[in-house]
């Protein structure tokens, strides 16, 4: 016993003629139809500013190395100042990075620039290069010669 529907025993001629009534069924509309309309104003899409920078995340920080026990790694310190969320009063907040130390050049206490770089390992993805520090004595020798004169307790009498 064989049970067929009604529609099957139509001839095919007859399916020809029928029209599918929404765009919908079995992806017979395109998608330009189904986007939404667009005018020539909004077609155009606004181009910044030439004289705007790009706008990029850090790419390197200075921080000071903590601990150089690690062979052409050393963890790194980074503080920053940032507002405190309740008294909005400026905190320091300090953060370990590991870097790549090529040469183990680096010891504790030494002041470094992490640079932004490809990921070496899991956790390291800077660099470390050196920083010149900061408060460095001027030799009296540069001061004399920069202003051209021998200064009145140099000259012999």
């Known amino acids: 016993m ?3 529907s009604p529609l099957l025993q139509l001839p095919l001629s007859q399916f020809k003629s029928l029209t599918i009534s929404t765009p919908f069924l079995h992806g017979s509309s395109s998608l330009s139809r189904l986007s939404k309309p667009s ?3 909004t077609s155009q899409k606004p181009s910044p500013p030439a004289f705007l920078p790009p706008i990029r995340a850090m790419r390197s920080m200075q921080g000071r190395v903590v601990c150089s026990t690690n ?3 050393v963890s790194v310190e980074v503080t920053r100042l940032a507002p405190h969320p309740k008294y909005k009063r400026r905190v320091r907040k300090k953060k370990k990075y590991q870097a790549h130390d090529p040469l183990n050049q680096f010891q504790v206490g030494d002041y470094v620039q992490l640079e932004k770089s490809r990921p070496i390992s ?3 993805t800077f660099v470390a290069v050196p ?3 900061r408060n460095q004595p001027k030799f009296k020798e540069e001061e ?3 202003l051209g004169l021998p200064l009145e307790s140099l000259q012999s009498s």
């Open 131 to 133: 920083v010149p520090p």
């Open 122 to 124: 899991k956790t390291k």
């Open 144 to 146: 004399n010669q920069e």
């Open 71 to 73: 062979d052409k790694t």
């Open 2 to 4: 064989s049970v067929t």
């Open 39 to 41: 005018s020539s104003i």
